[in-house]
């Protein structure tokens, strides 16, 4: 029947990643087009607040933080230290690395730091309002590499679908997320098997974090695991013993 005893639970504690963010603070995230708490603020504030919070409660990750713009560049190696790499996220402003944007490098030296460390867990998490029209790399050739290295990226358009502007012709409609190259983003994360987000709003922008901390698991979560302590040895053995008796019994009467 095979009895067996349940032990106590034991928490096994989940390792921690590698995470590196790439965000875009191109010209284009300075527009004003975000809902917040009811009202319109710049697609890079949004962004400050929502990441800041997302990088706090990464506890026991460490998280890298690189900005682009025309250039990409390394703002802040991968560290456990949170603080810092949110403090470097509230300094980046609008044009800091040139009007343009090049998603294909921000992927590059990402790679090249995420290749210094372990092979699992490596994470990429890509924000952009735009396409990639800069840098020397190809958005898709760099996520090709990333995804031979074990790189997962999950990238994230933002900005909002319809906006009001006034025109000598009066208020009009206009989308103010044209430019936004879906197509390659959604690209970038199916080859290195990560997912794309669309958020539009704050709210939106919230909910792609917590799909993300749900796909990655903070590292202070634990798995719970109960030990199974089988059983059947000893009436086994008990039947052993009561067998030879038995034998030693029936020989006895024989004899």
Known sequence: ARPEWLGQPVAIERNGRDIMMAIDISGSMGAADLNQDGRNRTRLDVVRDVASEFVSERVGDRIGLVLFGTRAYLQTPLTFDRKTVVAMLDDASIGLAGPQTAIGDSIGISIKRLLEEPEEDRVLILLTDGASNSGSVSPVEAAKLAGQEKIKIYTVGIGADSATVNTLFGPQRIN????????????????????????????????????????????????????????????????????????????????
């Open 176 to 255: 103010p997320s044209r430019d936004l190259d879906e197509r390659t983003l959604k690209e970038i994360a199916s080859v290195t098997d990560g997912l794309y987000f669309r958020a539009r709003d704050q709210s939106g922008l919230q909910k792609v974090y917590e799909a993300i901390n749900q796909l990655e698991p903070l590292a202070g979560e634990s798995d719970v695991f109960q030990p199974i302590f089988p059983l059947y040895p000893w009436p086994l053995g008990a039947a052993l013993l009561l067998s030879l008796l038995l034998g030693c019994v029936v020989r006895g009467r024989i004899l």
